[in-house]
């Protein structure tokens, strides 16, 4: 006699399949969101410490590059995700080059 698949264990494996998904999908977000955070801070603390180094008030910075100095604040401490254009004009308003900033 052949093996006859019934219908409850094909649903079963199916759940099974988009329970598996649904999983690695989860467990990507968060790395995407982890990888995130922690580029972010990463790039915070580099600002600061140029920032430092050059003697520089955040407002100075934030005024030189356009940008709002309570939302340049953010960016220092991680907690805002800036655009690439934002970046670029803080790190001219620096006057570094991108490497001497960015992690990567």
């Given at each position: 006699?052949?093996?006859?698949?019934?219908?409850?264990?094909m649903?079963?494996?199916?759940?099974?399949?988009?329970?598996?998904?649904a999983?690695?999908?989860?467990?990507?977000?968060?790395?995407?969101y982890?990888?995130?955070?922690?580029l972010?801070k990463?790039?915070?603390?580099?600002?600061?410490?140029v920032r430092?180094?050059?003697?520089?008030?955040?407002?100075e910075?934030?005024?030189?590059?356009?940008?709002n100095?309570?939302?340049?604040?953010?960016i220092?401490?991680?907690?805002v995700n800036?655009?690439?254009?934002?970046v670029?004009?803080?790190?001219?308003?620096?006057?570094v080059?991108s490497?001497?900033?960015?992690?990567?």
């Amino acid at each position: 006699m052949l093996y006859k698949k019934s219908s409850t264990n094909m649903k079963l494996k199916s759940l099974y399949i988009d329970n598996s998904i649904a999983h690695f999908c989860r467990e990507l977000l968060y790395m995407a969101y982890y990888f995130t955070v922690k580029l972010r801070k990463e790039i915070g603390k580099c600002l600061k410490r140029v920032r430092k180094k050059r003697g520089l008030k955040q407002v100075e910075v934030a005024v030189d590059a356009g940008v709002n100095p309570s939302y340049y604040s953010k960016i220092e401490r991680g907690e805002v995700n800036p655009s690439l254009e934002k970046v670029y004009r803080i790190i001219k308003a620096l006057k570094v080059h991108s490497s001497d900033l960015l992690p990567f």
